[in-house]
């Protein structure tokens, strides 16, 4: 599963009316698909200009990763559930932030090799 489509179904997962017992459990599981298609992202390395970027983008993706891990094993021991949610939606939004980067870089990059506007 791709990063943008796991994040699509974590979101439904936090907009659907369900039991709390139920609600943890699809959230933990979809945290682990968001997990791995995170872990699963990876790019070649970039050269010259985009390599610091590139550097920062992949420090980003080990933290979010371990904030995953963190955020899932502690979901399901969690009694108030709005408190979880608002801790998930802002994971959730980091990550959105760090997809919307990589493809920052990946048109730059692209742009690049192409000529750009320049």
Known sequence: MNLESAISDLKNTLGGTRTAANWRSMTRHQLAV???ALSDER???W??????R????DRERIQLLARINALGAGVLDR???D???IE???LLND???YRQRMHNLVYDSVSMEIGGSE
């Open 88 to 90: 998930v939606r802002r």
């Open 43 to 45: 790019f070649a390395s």
């Open 34 to 36: 968001v997990r791995q």
């Open 95 to 97: 990550v959105e932030h």
């Open 54 to 57: 590139s550097g920062t983008s």
């Open 83 to 85: 408190r979880a949610a």
């Open 79 to 81: 009694l108030d559930t």
């Open 47 to 52: 050269d010259g200009w985009l390599a610091a």
